[in-house]
């Protein structure tokens, strides 16, 4: 596995960079690409701390809190408090440089899943809201410390519940507490020979929880599935006492509730502990490049291998746009020759598919890329180079996103996904949606979209925009994102991977209906009765009377 710097400040929320923003570089040629592409001048937008508003954590509660986690675990220090102050959207991010900021009364830290089942029903007694806070990497504005009707909120870190609970070789089940983050997973796996394969591009900071609450997908889905195709069970703390759900593989005793929490954004309940299906580490990996002329081609291909057994860990597919960028960014003579190379082999528009595949062993590693490269025609190889490179940086992305925010860049992304006949149509809608609100005098926005996640159905489209941040950055960024929103609506989901939050709770309606807003509320109102979990995310719609 690549080795990832899983030394972050998980207080240093303005930033992903683990030394403060000021430790990402922008490279000099790409500094001046940005400037001639997009209209971008010299400004710097420093991270500055916001002032902190007193707790206003009433004593009563925060003494049957600390009665509960002990009283060094309750939390009301400005820096903690402001370290737990929303995600690591460009909106939560723009906040940390001068904008306005939600911060928690207080951040609490359970060491175990009983304490946390105490300290929900203490908020519920003392009717203080509760934000569940995993790695806090939401980019939905799923862990913004909003308190809805009640007069203080807390944020409900789950960093202490850290440990692998158990694991069950024969069934190759690993139970893992809620809080423990990606990197720490697959080290304790790795001590049995197993790896879970989840590799989302928020691997250093994110835990398990939150990809369970959220409904996550990694990198490697084509081979290892999304993250609720590997959950086998869950222990919640809710509200109305504990709820265990998960005894079989497969079960027709009803619509599978289990489902029913995984998704659920903290909004049903608190998980603690997830089982999880796990897969014996690969022994022999591989990653190539692969270049199709033209966004068409790059797409029959990726469906080919959804639809007719491709057997691929890995397939990423970016689009003309997208590849152009990562050229650029890349710069050298080596990149001169590699366009100079694909001109001479008739590509004009260079789409780059990513492959990965993971085996047994170097037979089964073989077997699988014969399998998958025997239902592939036209493209031009650039063999492990390109894929390996893909490889090594594929978690260093969001560093660059801290550089280019000093720089004056708005550098903001957003996922959704259809139906394979309805994909062409979602990108171009897309694309035209954010062209149109972003483009100004002066400013000439980058979009640029890839594919990461296919099935035999459809797949995901994923979308990274550049531009030159405006006098008001957040209706300049609010404009276009629910410009895509609407784009977005009737043609595929609000989210593929990202979930609901606080940011896509306006479409979900559109959605599910008027009737699914109804049956979420009503799950909402029989676990959390009066409301004191995660207040304005995902159900924020009709909640029925009894
Ligand atoms: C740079 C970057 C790249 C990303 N790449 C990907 C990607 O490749 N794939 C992907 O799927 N996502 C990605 N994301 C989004 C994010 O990482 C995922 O949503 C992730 O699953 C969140 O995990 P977390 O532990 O950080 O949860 P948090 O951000 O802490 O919480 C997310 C939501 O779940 C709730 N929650 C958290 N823990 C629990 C719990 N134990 N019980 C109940 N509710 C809980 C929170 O209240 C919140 O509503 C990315 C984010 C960033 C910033």
Known sequence: MTPVADHLDPYARATWTPAGAADARLPAHAAGWLRERTGLRDVRTPVVHPDVPESALPGDARAALAAIVGDEHVRADARTRLGRSGGLSYLDLLAHRGGRIDVPDAVVEPADPDAVQRVIESCVEHDIAVVPFGGGTSVVGGVKALRGDKAAVIALDLARLDRLVSVDPVSRIAVLQAGVVAPDAERMLAAHGYTLGHFPQSFERATVGGFAATRSS??????????EAMVEGVRVATPRGEWRLGVAPASAAGPDLKQLVVGSEGAFGVITEVALRVRPIPKAQRYEGLVFDGWAAGVAAVRALAQDGGRCSVVRLSDPQETEVGFTLKGGWKITALRRYLRARGVVEPCLLVLGWEGRDKADLAARRRATLRLL?????????????????RFAGPRQRDALMDAGVCVETLETATHWSRLDALRAAVRTALLDSLTTAGRRPIVACHISHSYETGASLYFTVLVPR????????????RAACEAITGLGTISHHHAVGVDHAPYLAEEIGGLGVDVLASVKRELDPTGVLNPGKLVVGRRPAR
Do not use: I
């Open 218 to 227: 990694g990198q490697a889905s084509a081979g290892y599935g999304r993250f």
């Open 377 to 393: 025609s036209g493209y031009v190889s650039l063999g492990t180079a390109a894929g390996e490179a893909w490889r090594h940086g």
């Open 470 to 481: 405006s006098d008001d950055p957040v209706a300049q960024w609010t404009d276009a994102k």
